[in-house]
């Protein structure tokens, strides 16, 4: 299948810092990816889609200005956590999409302390 | 929007059969997926339906009734390494964002 790789796979960080984490498609373009977050023993929540090209698509209740998402090419995409807090740390899940399933990174655990 | 509903945990013995339902009420509907999820790591692909019937795919197996808006994901001959959470995932009609349920934590016992 196709392979997503997400980096890095843990990150610990202070306070008030940013922090940046890349989603990569290695064997297939990937127009359209996905970000989400996963909080302890809960499912997999959506926070926004990136379009290779063109701005991203935020889901209701999800900050743009706080999650900066860019998809500057067919393989890679990014998001920055800006001025991390504690409430942020959390593991955060890119998938890309391929025809039928979508195919996720390893995931990034984010400590904020 | 998407409502997905299945349970929250499941537990059975190794050697056994669990299945494990989802309902649910979607906008558009695209196809239902199924993931299984160990603690601390990504999802990873177990199947897909988009037709009504069974999908069969070694110990595991995935039905879908469209009609019913659901779902169920069979795993038979359990093992140890069977337990982990299983995600319920539907894409919504021209909309390849995929709505998860909560999971359902699977505990194997010798």
């Known amino acids: 299948g196709a392979v997503v790789s997400q980096h890095p796979s843990r990150v610990i960080c202070k306070s008030g810092t940013s922090v940046k984490i890349e989603c990569r498609s290695l064997d297939f373009q990937a127009t359209t990816m996905f970000w989400y977050r996963q909080f302890p023993k809960q499912s997999l929540m959506l926070m926004a889609t990136s379009n290779e090209g063109s701005k991203a698509t935020y889901e209701q209740g999800v900050e743009k200005d706080k999650f900066l998402i860019n998809h500057a090419s067919l393989t890679l995409s990014t998001l920055t956590v800006t001025s991390a807090h504690p409430e942020d740390s959390s593991f955060y899940i890119c998938?890309?999409?391929?025809?039928?399933?979508?195919?996720f990174g390893q995931g990034t655990r984010l400590t904020v302390v | 929007g998407q409502n997905i509903d299945q349970p929250t945990e499941m537990t059975a013995t190794e050697g056994a059969i669990v299945q494990i339902n989802c309902t649910y009420q979607?906008?558009?509907?695209?196809?239902l997926f199924w993931y299984q999820q160990h603690a601390g790591e990504a999802p990873t692909f177990l199947s897909y339906?988009?037709?009504?019937g069974l999908e069969e795919k070694g110990r595991f197996s995935s039905f879908l009734s469209r009609s019913k808006g659901y779902s169920y994901l069979l795993l038979k001959e359990l093992q140890m390494k069977d337990s982990a959470s299983y995600l319920c995932a539907v894409r919504a009609y021209n909309d390849y964002k995929l709505s998860f349920g909560a999971g359902t934590t699977v505990t194997v016992r010798a």
């Open positions: 339906n988009v037709l009504d």
């Open positions: 979607t906008s558009g509907f695209n196809g």
């Open positions: 998938s890309a999409r391929d025809i039928p399933e979508a195919f």
